[in-house]
């Protein structure tokens, strides 16, 4: 009844327990912090616009992004993985989603930032659309807890349109 | 009634012990009766632990909706969100795959299923479909050369979750035992043995 291998057992047992409780426990504190996020784009300028040789029509653009994800971290923050992205709608596709550019934030300090850049990844439209076509771009962001649930949650801003000619 | 039982085995010793050899036939049947009771109650134990374990998968498959709620990260093209050895919770929904999420996906001719982030979506106006690219964090290219030859884009019926929760560390229980089979039987067979000489 009191051997070796019961008590090992029984300790075993309780620590994987406690630590499986103490995994939900952090992965449910999350739920008690409210970020308020805050960003801000600008397109500088549109580097050239073109179609392909596949007949898709292509951007290339300078971007100037600014964002504050400070109040998303907490405790059982690992890291947060924030990305803009182009969105629109064309009369074929109900929605178009374009990642433009990502960047992974690993700690706090490093959550209010300001970046200069042209896209990371081609702006590439499913067939030719693009010509005078408003979009939105919206700041992304992943939150990736060290255990537990994930969360992602977003900022939209519009009233971003693409020249009518190609350049 | 309790004495007279008591009175009735006595006699019964008894005269076990003056008739000799068959006294001695029934002490050893009695004996080899407690012993396949024994193993037959740790056989049913076994089976309900096996049984269990495959209650809670089937059960977990029905609520994600997803074939393999649970997987195990094998490639470091994600770091530093997930790490070789974590384990990805993984869920089924209806709604619509959206850019961001990380998914894990099917691809013709590749035995093990991909989790990467979606980096396009364009979804169809008339029917709904979805087109995705997906790409690792830690890669720099996107994925389209890891699909299938001349494949773009991969659809709803190669994705087979989206990962929604995740935990650190625990799947290198079984990364070590896909990799040291020689560990895995070892562990199978102290458990067995285990259960096999433990008395309840």
């Given amino acids: ?167 | 009634m309790q004495r007279s039982w008591c009175n009735s085995k006595k006699k019964k010793s008894t005269i076990e012990r003056t008739m000799g050899l068959i006294g001695e036939t029934t002490v050893v049947d009695s004996i080899k009766s407690i012993q396949f009771r024994q193993a037959f109650s740790q056989a049913v134990t076994l089976g309900i632990i096996v049984a269990s374990a495959l209650i809670i998968w089937k059960t977990l498959t029905c609520i994600t909706g997803s074939q393999s709620p649970i997987v195990v990260v094998l490639s470091e093209s994600m770091e530093p969100a997930f790490q070789r050895g974590d384990i990805l919770f993984l869920h089924m929904s209806k709604d619509p795959i959206r850019v961001g999420e990380i998914v894990v996906f099917d691809v013709e001719g590749r035995d093990i299923p991909i989790v990467h982030r979606v980096i396009k979506v364009h979804e169809r106006q008339d029917t709904g479909e979805v087109d995705v690219l997906t790409k690792g964090d830690h890669n720099r290219d996107d994925d389209r050369g890891l699909y299938a030859p001349g494949q773009l884009w991969i659809q709803q019926h190669h994705i087979l979750g989206r990962a929604v929760g995740f935990l650190p560390y625990v799947g290198w229980v079984t990364i070590i035992m896909t990799e040291k089979p020689i560990i895995k039987y070892i562990l199978i067979g102290a458990l067995g043995l285990f259960v096999i000489i433990s008395k309840d």
């Fill in chain 1, 1 to 167: 009844m009191h051997s070796f291998g019961y008590r090992a057992n029984a300790l075993l047992t309780f620590a994987v327990t406690l630590l499986a409780l103490i995994c939900a426990m952090s992965s449910l504190s999350d739920n008690l912090n409210s970020p308020s996020p805050s960003s801000h784009v600008k397109v500088l300028n549109i580097n050239w616009f073109q179609k392909s040789t596949q007949g898709n029509d292509e951007v290339s653009m300078t971007m100037n992004i600014s964002a504050n994800l400070q109040s998303l971290f907490t405790w059982n923050t690992k890291q947060v993985f924030v990305f803009l992205a182009a969105e629109y709608e064309t009369p074929k596709n109900s929605l178009n989603q374009v990642s433009l550019w990502d960047g992974i934030i690993p700690s706090k300090e490093h959550a209010k930032f300001w970046i200069h850049t042209t896209n990371k990844y081609r702006f590439t439209d499913q067939g030719s659309n693009l010509q005078g076509k408003e979009f939105n771009l919206t700041l992304h962001w992943h939150v990736m807890p060290k255990t537990g649930k994930m969360f992602a949650d977003k900022i939209v801003m519009s009233g971003f349109s693409l020249p009518v000619e190609y350049r």
